[in-house]
């Protein structure tokens, strides 16, 4: 195993980011990723009690930022999830609704183009003029969501935001970093710092991650066996049918259940 560094960011974020003389990390992070000055008022309790995720209150105490990692493909479906559930979490009825802003650490392959930041935001357009005509609302307080794809990251560091996504893909920060906030994370996140009893509890994280990170590989491999597998068992009926091959015979020879065979004839017209 490659020496690290530096603590990864996920393990920081469960232990060390939480003490009040570190939120400055999070501050330039955050304040990097929405391009203007955050300041964390507090951090929330967590009452999933899921160290994978931080829910921060920023600026002037009516936005919630929830930071989570993500190492499985279900995460959209998570991120809808736990935005809605912080909503009514927060707030006793519709009134005074907090803001939430969900920024999503992926750490595996999400399909979900060839960029590494994205943004997802609610917008109300005029349905009916032909021109693009946007809502101007008094006070937006419709969720923003942030997906940030580490494996598509090029490694070139243009600005200070790749900088910190950098640094969650290597855990290291790279040579000639311009952020003062990286440069103070380095001597503050450095294993070296760490004692002998958090060595100890960082290297059993590791362990786990990795058995983690192995289990999940499988199970993606093993999905795509199973689809290989299936089309296989498609292509043979597709032929069988075109050859006239009655129904209860294509069945015997590819395992398929007679309503997938006789939806094959229907869509294809044979």
């Not at 006070?139 to 580490?150: C, G, V």
Request: hydrophobic residues 35%; aromatic residues 8%.
């Amino acid at each position: 195993m490659k020496k690290r560094e530096l603590i990864s960011f996920e393990y920081a974020m469960k232990h060390i980011l939480r003490e009040e003389e570190n939120l400055d990390i999070l501050e330039g992070f955050l304040s990097a990723l929405l391009k203007e000055d955050v300041t964390i008022v507090e951090i929330l309790k967590n009452k999933d009690n899921k160290e994978t995720q931080m829910e921060l209150l920023i600026k002037d105490g009516k936005t919630i930022v929830v930071i989570q990692h993500s190492k499985e493909d279900d995460y959209l479906g998570k991120m809808i999830w736990k935005t809605a559930k912080t909503i009514l979490d927060r707030n006793k009825n519709h009134t005074n609704i907090e803001k939430i802003i969900s920024v999503n650490i992926l750490y595996f392959n999400s399909c979900i183009g060839n960029g590494y930041i994205y943004k997802g935001e609610t917008s109300f357009k005029d349905w009916q003029s032909i021109q693009t005509s946007e809502l101007i609302i008094a006070r937006n307080i419709f969720p923003e969501y942030y997906l940030i794809n580490i494996e598509n990251f090029d490694n070139e560091a243009k600005n200070e935001l790749d900088e910190w996504i950098y640094f969650f893909k290597h855990n290291t920060i790279r040579e000639g970093a311009v952020s003062k906030i990286l440069v103070s994370t380095k001597e503050r996140l450095a294993v070296s710092r760490l004692t002998d009893k958090e060595k100890q509890s960082y290297e059993h994280y590791l362990k786990e991650n990795n058995t983690v990170n192995v289990s999940i590989l499988k199970n993606v491999k093993q999905e795509g066996i199973n689809q290989g597998v299936y089309q296989e068992k498609i292509e043979v009926a597709k032929k069988a049918i075109m050859k006239g091959l009655k129904i209860d015979l294509i069945m015997e020879m590819t395992g398929l259940p007679f309503k997938e065979i006789e939806k094959l004839i229907s869509e294809y017209k044979i």
